[in-house]
């Protein structure tokens, strides 16, 4: 048997966990000369949240684009809630929603008004209802009816949230959710991702810069430098391994380049 | 909570969120209001003393009475028309809210279907009280023209539409950059559709690029009407073949520019 029959015979990451929330295989993504996404391959299992970590140009937010079908692999495969991406996405997206600071909600429309829209678009029943629910939860009730672009950042960042639970989906993916906010309003934002987790057993996939926040929400990490995979694991046995108290640590030893050293150090 | 049906086919709830989206950012903005009155209004009445002066002066207008000002009306048509379609589309590429609507349940189909039904709406906003205005100031009554009107209406819509959708799908692979050919591509159109003139005045091998196009037939037919009291049901079918093929291709354009802006990620920058 040669090399190549072996790989092809080897089950993928989505055979290995056919219950998996999302399964990334083998992913490479190639603008140009860049690879912005090089071989990689994760498994998140349903009600996990993982943080995704790397500096400027790790490859990230491509991760994701890929993972909601808004950017297509060169090459690799995506399996999101047993469905395979973008192939099958009309049968996803119905349960799945994000937040990024890569896009907005139109800002002349009030909140209550692109709520109501975005609601229709996933065909929420007892739509006004869910709306009440969510001004209620995330405290939107005293802006519900202002016009988004009226809003300041903390506001929006609150209503972008309320977007993205607006069909209670069973996958979030988040992309740096608390960037620009102040301490309060991001511990805030936090402390609801948690709840929402719990309550509906959701998965969340979350892009950040802010080590404290992994270390608070997320049972699992995955660091990506380059556009490749440079650990994955919980947050306890990273610092371990690396021999660091604190995630922010490690992550300067990863852009830093000092991963063998601290590796070894801790060994 | 979710409709079960979400993934079935194209849904009629989506379109409608997305004509509702688009009604309470028209009904939220007076300038957007105006300005589909505005240039509707000052083509009509500059076009309408126009024809007036002319009439006065040269026998052939004074029998062909209202082919300019019909034109202009005709024109206005196709060219809000496709304005009417694609300044929806910009509105979210202005709002960076594409990303939020491909990664929504909502098809392309749908999303397209829902930019036509706006274009009309739009149409209707602007178009309505010029044919009032061309009534009351030139006694230009562009609903006399009858049934005709209708295939005329129809045939210069959908060419609107094709074009529409290929220059939004050209934005959304190129970004905002490509703003101007929504602007601008129209104009291209207008010289080889003959709107003020026959096709005859054309050099001969312009004639056949101006066959093929689906709008010539419409102002050819709409002289015709005038000034020969004559329908030519051969021109309008004509169009209507043409403006088959045109919405095909310009739909396959579409989704091909779309998964060139998936594999390119422009979808994520949108920006230049």
């Known amino acids: 048997m040669t090399e190549n029959d072996k790989a092809s015979s080897r089950p993928t990451v989505a055979e290995r966990s056919p219950s998996a929330a999302i399964t990334v295989d083998h992913l490479v993504k190639l603008y140009k000369q860049t690879r912005a996404v090089d071989d990689i391959s994760f498994s998140l299992p349903r009600g996990s949240i993982t943080g995704l970590l790397g500096g400027n140009g790790a490859g990230k937010t491509t991760t994701i684009a890929m993972i909601m079908g808004l950017v297509l692999p060169t090459s690799g495969r995506v399996q999101v809630l047993s469905h395979r991406m973008p192939e099958e996405s009309a049968a996803v997206l119905g349960r799945m929603n994000f937040e990024s600071p890569y896009v907005d909600m139109p800002m002349r429309l009030t909140v209550r008004q692109n709520l109501t829209v975005f609601g229709k678009l996933y065909a929420v029943k007892h739509l006004a209802g869910r709306i009440a629910e969510l001004a209620e939860d995330l405290d939107l009730a005293d802006f519900i009816d202002r016009a988004n672009g009226k809003l300041s950042a903390g506001q929006k960042t609150r209503v972008a949230l309320a977007k993205a639970l607006i069909n209670r989906p069973e996958l979030l993916l988040l992309d740096e959710p608390t960037a620009s906010l102040d301490p309060d309003t991001a511990d805030w934002v936090r402390a609801h991702l948690e709840r929402y987790r719990k309550e509906n057993n959701a998965t969340i996939l979350l892009a950040s810069h802010n080590m404290l926040e992994v270390e608070r929400l997320c049972d699992r990490v995955i660091i990506m430098k380059r556009g490749r995979i440079e650990d994955d694991d919980t947050p306890e046995a990273i610092m371990a391994r690396y021999n660091r108290t604190t995630l922010e640590e490690v992550f300067l030893d990863v852009a830093r380049g000092r991963v063998n050293g601290a590796k070894e150090a801790a060994r | ?272």
């Open chain 2, 1 to 272: 909570m979710i409709n079960s049906s979400l993934h079935r086919g194209i849904s009629v709830h989506r379109i409608g969120a997305m004509i509702l989206r688009y009604w309470y950012l028209l009904m939220s903005s007076w300038p957007r209001l105006l300005e589909l009155l505005y240039w509707p209004a000052l083509q009509v009445i500059t076009w309408g003393f126009l024809q007036l002066y002319i009439a006065e002066n040269a026998n052939f207008f004074a029998r062909a009475g209202g082919t300019l000002i019909g034109a202009v009306i005709l024109w206005d048509i196709l060219f809000r028309g496709q304005l009417g379609f694609s300044i929806s589309f910009l509105e979210e590429m202005w709002a960076r809210n594409i990303g939020n609507l491909m990664m929504s349940p909502l098809k392309p189909i749908e999303f397209l279907l829902s930019l036509m039904v706006m274009s009309l709406i739009r149409l209707a906003i602007g178009i309505v009280p010029m044919t009032l205005l061309a009534l009351f100031l030139f006694h230009f009554n562009v609903y006399a023209l009858g049934l005709p009107l209708i295939a005329f209406f129809c045939n210069l819509i959908f060419t609107s539409w094709s074009v529409g959708i290929f220059v939004s799908g050209l934005v959304l692979r190129n970004g905002l950059g490509a703003e101007s050919i929504v602007w601008t591509l129209m104009f291209a159109i207008l010289p080889l559709a003959c709107v003020y003139y026959p096709v005859s005045v054309l050099p001969a091998f312009l004639q056949y690029v101006a066959w093929a196009l689906p709008p010539t037939y419409v102002f050819e037919g709409m002289r015709a009407l005038l000034i020969e009291q004559t329908f030519r049901t051969d021109l309008m079918l004509g169009a209507l073949a043409l403006n088959a093929a045109l919405l095909v291709a310009s739909f396959a354009a579409f989704l091909a520019l779309l998964r060139s802006a998936k594999r390119n990620g422009s979808l994520l920058s949108g920006g230049e």
